[in-house]
């Protein structure tokens, strides 16, 4: 059988082709970040920070030496042969570690160790590794608790906008992966008639495709969110001037898409038919109510009607 893509087994040495077969969908699936033109693999954000990242690991060795050396310091001893190496632990007592005259023979040796200035650095070089990494994109709700929703969804959409490229890459491979996984389960029977999973009559003919819902999905559609609240924002004051503007929007549709936009669970949503049983319901009730009180009110008519002409009648006329 003749498939679109090859497959061929080869012994080294001999240069003999042991075995021939094929792929009906390409077998591999990569995830590239960042394509760059000229290239032909792809660079993650590790790749692009990796000397940063090598940097700082040698930095932080340093500080750790510089700050072994301002707890525990190199010492310097006179070279005059009068004592062996100094005992350094507390309270013990060095002979021979002063001259007759009162001069110190040890001394600690100080080579002006900055500990502060090297935290500073080493914290610069961590934001650089963490904006590399896009960290700093999911601390924000952190570094500002007191974010308004307004601002989180404004925040929601640069991350949108910043990942967008690099998700919609890794959407297209995930993508590429379903296609070859429902293809191979197509040819082993899964949609044969008489399978459980075949596809109902309205969707037979169809092209179907993969939907993505994590996320990096939703992150993608804040901005439709951010754009739908103030379309709703700007439009207020005019559907209270023409309240027939709002007949532009579809309500039922909108509540839903920002429901799912916003990650809320399907389950938490009514099926539409049941939506459309409780409306009827509802109006059932309101042309009941409004009937009762018709009625009401003629009845109300009648009675005034039948005492005005009573007392018509009482008074002669």
């Not at 590790?46 to 000397?51: D, F, P």
């Not at 429901?259 to 309101?286: H, K, T, Y």
């Amino acid at each position: 059988m003749r498939t679109p893509w090859a497959s061929l087994h080869v012994e080294v040495e001999s240069r003999r082709v042991v075995r021939e077969s094929g792929f009906f969908e390409f077998p591999v699936v990569d995830f590239r970040w960042l394509p760059e033109p000229g290239r032909i693999y792809g660079e993650g954000p590790v790749m692009k920070c990796l000397a940063d990242i090598q940097s700082l690991n040698l930095m932080a060795k340093n500080e750790l030496t510089a700050s072994q050396q301002a707890i525990d310091p190199p010492l310097l001893v006179a070279n005059a042969g009068v004592m062996n190496r100094p005992n350094s632990n507390p309270g013990a007592i060095n002979y021979g570690g002063m001259s007759p005259t009162g001069q110190e023979l040890v001394k600690p040796m100080f080579t002006g160790q900055r500990l502060d200035f090297a935290t500073l650095v080493l914290e610069a070089k961590r934001n650089q590794v963490k904006e590399s990494m896009y960290i700093n994109l999911f601390a924000l709700l952190v570094q500002n608790p007191q974010m308004t929703a307004t601002e989180a969804l404004i925040r929601a959409n640069e991350k949108g906008e910043l990942l967008g490229p690099a998700g919609s890459r890794i959407q297209q491979g995930l993508s590429h992966l379903v296609d070859r996984e429902l293809d191979i389960l197509a040819r082993r029977g899964l949609y044969a008639p008489g399978s459980a999973f075949v596809p109902p009559t309205r969707l037979q003919g169809l092209e179907i495709g993969p939907q993505f819902t994590g996320p990096l999905s939703r992150l993608r559609q804040t901005k439709e969110v951010e754009g739908t609240i103030r379309t709703l924002q700007v439009m207020a004051p005019l559907a209270q001037i023409k309240p027939e503007v709002v007949d532009n929007f579809d309500e039922d549709r909108m509540a839903r898409g920002l429901g799912e936009r916003l990650g809320m669970p399907i389950d938490f949503l009514r099926p539409f038919e049941a939506v459309q049983q409780i409306r009827q319901v509802r109006s059932n009730q309101q042309a009941f109510a409004q009937a009762a009180a018709i009625a009401k009110d003629a009845s109300s008519a009648g009675k005034q009607s039948s005492e005005a002409l009573v007392n018509i009648q009482q008074m002669g006329l």
